[in-house]
């Protein structure tokens, strides 16, 4: 698979000096530029060199002041990769509210979620039998007071390093949902043929029906505005990975809002180290189609 990052993709359309300056910047936006800890004095000087319009397409710019990212994480028998995910989400150095739901995990999960209780970051919530992903995202998405949402799996896909470049057209009045898209952008060979083809599938079919023009709508990576999530999330209906195409299907209704999608990392994991979507999913997702 391509490991190139979307900062990567971007710098590469830069020419001359300016491109040699973005790519160096590229490989430095898991540290500290791309943080909040990066002072305005550092921004306002990468924006001489580089150009405001570049450095904000590298995802270079100010966190508003008071600004809270509720990341939601939705859990089920992920022992082994919970705490590195936590970890993975607290390196991007942002302001965080980190919400947990345990979906009724058998394999130890909640007993690693109970020891992290009193970590001032994390808001942990356990359901007592498992309901599926799209019942642990409701409650989630009930659950958060941040000004932006973001979903995040907890199996290691998805790289929340990408959530600078996502929330960027909220927080700059340009979007209102914003989808990550592991199919945009150059070509890259993210998952087997059959998967790959199941997700262009439903895609395009959802896109023919709700009018829309979707790279990704399967995608993780989707990210919103608190406050249309949670208009939204008392009339979830889905409890397993349908809750994906209801709840695009539903936040098209306002047809004042405005969606975009940027292209992300994605690293799949194979059946063997615990991924759950199978093709039962896929044919319960047609039917999704139709039904919302």
């Not at 590469?12 to 936006?29: F, I, K, P, Y």
């Not at 947990?100 to 058998?106: E, Q, Y």
């Not at 932006?148 to 209102?176: G, K, S, W």
């Not at 199978?278 to 919302?292: E, F, M, N, S, V």
Request: net charge negative.
């Amino acid at each position: 698979m391509d490991s190139s990052s979307p900062q990567d993709a971007i710098a590469s359309n830069v020419s001359g000096d300016a491109r040699e300056a973005a790519s160096l910047l590229s490989q430095q936006m898991s540290e500290d530029v791309a943080s909040t800890d990066a002072s305005l004095d550092e921004i306002a000087l990468l924006e001489r060199l580089l150009g405001r319009d570049i450095c904000s397409r590298l995802g270079v710019y100010a966190v508003p002041v008071d600004f809270l990212l509720s990341v939601i994480i939705p859990v089920y028998n992920e022992a082994t990769t919970v705490e590195k995910v936590i970890e993975r989400v607290r390196a991007t150095r942002l302001p965080l509210e980190i919400i947990l739901v345990d979906d009724g995990s058998t394999d130890g999960t909640r007993e690693v979620l109970e020891g992290l209780r009193d970590e001032a970051d994390l808001k942990i919530v356990f359901h007592e039998k498992n309901q599926g992903k799209g019942a642990a995202l409701k409650t989630g998405f009930l659950e958060a007071s941040g000004d932006i949402v973001v979903v995040q799996d907890a199996d290691m896909e998805y790289d929340p390093q990408d959530f600078r470049l996502l929330i960027q057209p909220i927080i700059e009045n340009t979007a209102d949902v914003v989808y990550g898209s592991r199919f945009s952008g150059a070509d890259r060979a993210v998952s087997p043929l059959w998967h790959l083809a199941a997700n262009k599938v439903i895609t395009n079919l959802f896109n023919i029906f709700h009018g829309h023009r979707f790279t990704d709508v399967e995608t993780c990576y989707k990210v919103f505005r608190r406050e249309l999530i949670q208009d939204v999330a008392p009339r979830l209906r889905e409890k397993r990975f349908g809750i994906e195409l209801e709840v695009t299907a539903l936040l098209l209704r306002n047809r004042g809002l405005r969606f975009h999608e940027r292209p992300i990392r994605y690293a799949r994991r194979s059946y063997a180290e615990g991924k759950k979507i199978g093709w039962r999913d896929g044919l319960w997702a047609l039917w999704c189609i139709l039904r919302y």
